[in-house]
């Protein structure tokens, strides 16, 4: 500790930047805590505000948290033809206020961590703060700002080259940088000049699988929930009790019998994705994913297409097994385009598939992905680069996934062993019909699946990754500058 001392000798504190909503950046907040527990400094956090941080950030008497006020709400609802006036506007607006609590409000650290994207005006905003405040800064690249940015204006687009000559340009006056990925390192090393050391995503402590009466507590608090169709009536809503009242004895997944908490031998499997509904996440495929199990399923049973739903249902409802479960998407996150798809789901005819779309708090989400069946992720990169935390996650509670395919993610997801990838619809269908064969007793793929998930989770724990790979560069960044 005393070697630690010498090496950390001057103010004692780090300043965390995140243009965006801290509740909703996990790696930032785990960053704090890292920064509060292991390296034992005074941590302040610039972000905006909206969704809660996990109890453990806001209970923690090391962590200050300054919110900043965003770009107008009245100003995001321009037309059209104004939009390269905002895009130069805003990051003026954002610049100023970035520079006012970097430079004023917060007390000057030995170092500030900024996340990025987004880079503009970001990573400008932080340079001139590190300068006037003679502070190190380190950038930790979760993404590339130009190629998010791409996703809506093209990569030839003028303000996109801008974009990504800024982001380089101040990207290679950092002190240092923690990146996501080796594949990022080796395009950050060859084409940017910049040197990264590679901090992977795990999941903290609080991400775990859960217990047998953590998951019927769940699902008492989340049973109006679950039972609530986004249509008129599907598979799941019929469960009700006659007086349309639930009680804390039965939910659709367990029940309490006496002091004894039992799982329904005919309960649905339950699939969580959760997604920022951007365009980088084609929800559309998991959509049609549903409807081809959906339709395959009523196949193989030779099922007739103007047989009765209310019948079926009814069957499934009083405990009739199939040979095929019924399957509940639980849909977590908020962005732009969760109303289009939720008008989309609400026209879906289907026998055996429901969806639910939620918010869930930084403490039941861990829950949550503990007590389900199988992870879905729809994140496909805008760099092709960086790679999914949610996934991360899952595994940290012991959830097998089924991830879209795309250049990097076999750093993440080892196939056969902890998940499957798919590319197309089609594709994540015949998984689904794959792993949920028999279930929920006789599905050896699924249990082989989970197993490695389980063990993939165990393997390494976010502060044993943080301890090794981020504080000796924190260490030696700080001490670089206080020489």
Partial sequence: MEALGKRMSG???????????????????YHALSLARQASLEVDVVAYGGSEPHKAVLEHESIHIHTMVQWPRVMQGWPKILLPLMLVMKPIYQFIMLLWFLCIKVPAPDVFLVQNPPSVPTLTAVTWASWIRRSAF?????????????LSLGRSNLFVVVYRWFEKHYGKMANGSFCVTRAMQHELSQNWGIKAAVLYDQPPEFFRPASLKEKHELFCRLDKNLQLPLGVRDCFSCETTTTGETTSDETLFTTLVGSDICVKANRPALIVSSTSWTSDEDFGILLEAAVMYDRRVAAILNEDDSSDKEVLWMEMHHGKKYLYPRLLFVITGK????EKYKQKIRKLNLKRVAFRTMWLSAEDYPLLLGSADLGVCLHT?????????????????????????????????KVEKNGLLFSSSSELADELLMLFKGFPDDCDALKSLRDGAQETGASSRWATEWEEHAKPLLLEVISRKNE
């Fill in 381 to 413: 990169s805008s760099s092709g680069l960086d790679l999914p935390m949610k996934v991360v996650d899952m595994f940290g509670c012991g959830l097998p996934v089924c991830a879209v395919s795309y250049s990097c993610i076999k750093e993440l997801v």
């Fill in 335 to 338: 962005g732009p385009d969760k």
């Fill in 11 to 29: 103010r004692g504190r780090a300043c965390v930047v995140v243009l965006g909503d801290f509740g909703r950046s996990p790696r930032m907040q």
């Fill in 138 to 150: 380190i950038i930790d690249w979760h993404n590339f700002g130009y190629t998010l940015l791409a």
